[in-house]
């Protein structure tokens, strides 16, 4: 284990649902990243916040609502989905500029 | 911003052979250089990083190799295995901006 929990690991729901991605590190560092890997397609940034802020958007619709709480933890709301936001959605926590430790994902499917 | 390419997408290698990986950066700021490895159905984690104070660095028989002035690092992998065989990404980024940049990935496949 790397220290990053995700959950769910597996997801599935319809268009009109509200659901929500949980990211938890125990290793004490201070940036939280999620991240979106399609199939066959590169690794996708989506926020990322350093010390509970966030520093990065990228261009993500606004059917994805992150929020930090606090440093060990970060979810990733996700409300009236489309079929093709349907991936692996990766959070990783990292000291600064340093390694990326990722958790395990979760898969979610939106029918 | 930073843009990051990576080379080739996909590569198929013979049990035993060297396996190269290339990529480009183009912010000239960038100095943390890490390459991860991506099993099929599992997580990405980190097999070897340099910074660029170093030109090279070596842990088994995996590589790093890093050139600041043209802007490009490869990992070299020696006497590849079929445990090998994963998806490598690239990345870089810039001594506290916390945004690192990730290569497209380089599927490489290992041939017993």
């Known amino acids: 284990e790397t220290g990053v929990t995700q959950t769910p690991r597996h997801l599935v729901m319809g268009m009109t649902n509200k659901k929500s991605l949980k990211c938890e590190q125990h290793l004490g560092h201070n940036a939280m990243y999620w991240y979106k890997q399609s199939a066959k397609k590169p690794l996708e940034l989506m926020f990322v916040?350093?010390?509970?802020?966030?520093?990065e958007n990228n261009s993500v619709p606004s059917r994805f609502s992150p929020e930090c709480p606090n440093s060990s933890h970060l979810f990733l709301h996700l409300h009236t989905l489309q079929p093709e936001d349907s991936a692996l959605y990766l959070c990783a926590s990292s000291q600064q500029d340093n390694e990326q430790f990722f958790g395990p994902g979760t898969r979610l499917t939106v029918l | 911003g930073e843009n990051v390419e990576q080379h080739p997408s996909t590569l198929s290698v013979q049990e035993g052979d060297s396996a190269v990986i290339k990529c480009t950066y183009s912010d000239s700021a960038s100095n943390y250089f890490p390459w991860y490895k991506q099993e099929l159905g599992k997580r990405p984690q980190l097999i070897i990083d340099i910074r660029s104070n170093v030109g090279e660095k070596k842990d088994q028989r995996i590589a790093v190799t890093l050139n600041k002035t043209a802007k490009h690092f490869s990992l070299h992998i020696t006497e590849t295995q079929p445990e090998d065989s994963a998806v490598y990404f690239c990345?870089?980024?810039?001594?506290?901006?916390?945004?690192?940049?990730f290569g497209r990935g380089t599927s490489l496949i290992v041939h017993p």
């Open positions: 990345a870089a980024s810039n001594g506290g901006s916390y945004i690192p940049t």
């Open positions: 916040y350093s010390l509970e802020e966030r520093v």
